[in-house]
């Protein structure tokens, strides 16, 4: 079973930048599809950007398309959320996540890390 910590939030100006990490322990990483899910008071927590274990192949939501870029390093058994050019819509709640199957749904996600908070405000 596969544990996952959050690290990098914090406090961003709009249209500035921040790179999030998920660090896992318990197991391998590359065992994993991985993925970015976000929270926003009185929202819904929903997928942000996903990767294939397979084949690398990468899912992002429309609203951050072009600015987010999922990446992994398997060696490091981490997984990493850089996010470029910051609005304050982006403020919320961060959570990496782990699952055996490809899904960006949270309904179907199995591990969840703890959360880091992001909030974009200047």
């Known amino acids: 079973q596969v544990q996952l910590v959050e690290s990098g939030g914090g406090l961003v100006q709009p249209g500035g930048s921040l790179r999030l990490s998920c660090a896992a322990s318990g197991s391998q990483l590359d065992y994993y599809n991985i993925g970015w899910f976000r929270q926003a008071p009185g929202k819904e927590r929903e997928g942000v950007s996903c990767m294939s274990v397979s084949d690398g192949s990468t899912y992002y939501t429309d609203s951050v398309r072009g600015r987010f870029t999922i990446s992994r390093d398997n060696a490091k058994n981490t997984v990493y959320l850089q996010m470029t050019s910051l609005k304050p819509e982006d403020t919320a709640v961060y959570y990496c996540?782990?699952?055996?199957?490809?899904?960006?749904?949270?309904?179907?996600?199995?591990?969840w890390g703890q959360g880091a908070q992001v909030t974009v405000s200047s």
């Open positions: 996540a782990a699952e055996l199957v490809f899904t960006c749904a949270p309904q179907f996600i199995s591990y």
